[in-house]
């Protein structure tokens, strides 16, 4: 018959060390005020007997997790992975662990659900990776004393929001290309439920009509590369198509190979712009000029900002912007002779 065995108690740790339970708790709990000879003791003992300590008993008696709660709903896109990947550094970097809670469906259910499973789980703050609509019409109910940050969305005036300069980093493509001469720019644009794909379109329509320039009708996409190459079959069939911004460097790979099969040479008769200058966007063929975005401030600055919230116990509203910039590099050129401004 199995026996369970008995779970180490921090008497028995006491004892086997020689010191008081106080004294273990406090080295449990990181207290500075230990003689560095009696918290080695204290180790040593825990080691040899196994001991663990209760963290979340610890937590409850203290008011906090040490924890942040992610919300996101996938994981498929370039963008979330790296800002996930900088939000857990950041995190740990502050002694905080993070809780992933995706959503399976993007719809206002599937949101309500996420924040309601948050009344279950061990978490001090969130941080929202979505559409701020589904945040809305979804009727979130954040558990007591659990402050959120929202990140890229439009919602600064309900939430606090840390974003890309979306429209800024936009406006610098669309001008670039301008710059070298090209008559107008076409977009490869993102899913239209996406807040970034809304904020890019706008910025680059804006910018062209700012200009005095033609807004061609753009191509959409679903980030993916291969949703890029079937717009690059269509744009490649465009006569007066010189210049293209893709809303992402996913979209731009699968736009340069649509251009490359049908004959239309980058950056000879086609100028590409990408958005994001994920690690890969130098090899491409030809190296992608694109917008880079910052994603490790990115993380950094949620952490930041829902940490601050946390400590002052207040909600804070307003967007926080990271900057952007362009990245130049060999897939942009001025247009062939004739087929620019004159």
């Known amino acids: 018959m199995h026996i369970r065995k008995r779970r180490v108690s921090m008497a028995d740790v006491a004892r086997l060390a020689g010191v008081s339970s106080q004294t273990v708790s406090r080295v449990s709990n990181g ?4 003689v560095e000879s009696t918290r080695q003791q204290v180790l040593a003992a825990m080691k040899e007997l196994g001991y663990r300590p209760n ?3 610890r937590a409850l008696k ?3 997790f040490r924890t942040i709660g992610v919300i996101l709903f996938t994981l498929a896109t370039t963008g979330n992975v790296r800002t996930l990947e900088a939000i857990s550094a950041s995190a740990a970097e502050e002694g905080y662990a993070i809780t992933l809670l995706p959503v399976a469906v993007p719809t206002q259910d599937g949101v309500r659900g996420a924040f309601t499973r948050l009344g279950e789980l061990a978490v001090d703050a969130v941080i929202a990776i979505l559409e701020v609509h589904l945040l809305d019409a979804a009727t979130v109910s954040l558990p007591p004393n659990v402050q959120v940050v929202v990140v890229d969305s439009d919602a600064g005036d309900r939430y606090s929001v840390v974003d890309t300069d979306q429209a800024g980093g936009t406006r610098e493509a669309v001008r670039h290309l301008l710059e070298l001469g090209h008559r107008t720019v076409w977009h490869l644009a993102g899913p ?13 329509r ?23 190459y079937r717009a690059g079959l269509r744009l490649a069939e465009e006569p007066d198509c010189t210049a293209v911004f893709a809303a992402n460097d996913q979209m731009a790979l699968g736009l340069l190979r649509a ?9 000879g008769d086609v100028s590409v712009v990408g958005f994001d200058d994920i690690p890969e966007a130098s090899s491409f063929m030809p190296p992608l000029t694109t917008i880079h975005q910052d994603f490790a401030e990115l993380g950094r600055r949620s952490v930041e900002g829902v940490l601050r919230q ?20 060999e897939s942009t050129a001025p247009p062939p002779a004739g087929r620019g401004i004159e």
């Open 62 to 64: 203290r008011g906090e």
């Open 310 to 329: 946390v400590r002052a116990d207040t909600l804070e509203r307003g967007t926080t912007l990271v900057p952007t910039w362009l990245v130049r590099r």
């Open 192 to 204: 239209e439920e996406s807040f970034a794909a809304q904020r890019r379109a706008a910025a680059w």
């Open 259 to 267: 251009l490359h099969e049908r004959g239309r040479s980058v950056p």
């Open 55 to 57: 963290s979340a008993a």
């Open 31 to 34: 207290h500075p005020g230990v």
């Open 206 to 228: 804006a910018t062209l009509t700012e200009a005095g320039r033609p807004v061609p009708p753009p191509v959409r996409g679903d980030w993916s590369a291969e949703s890029g």
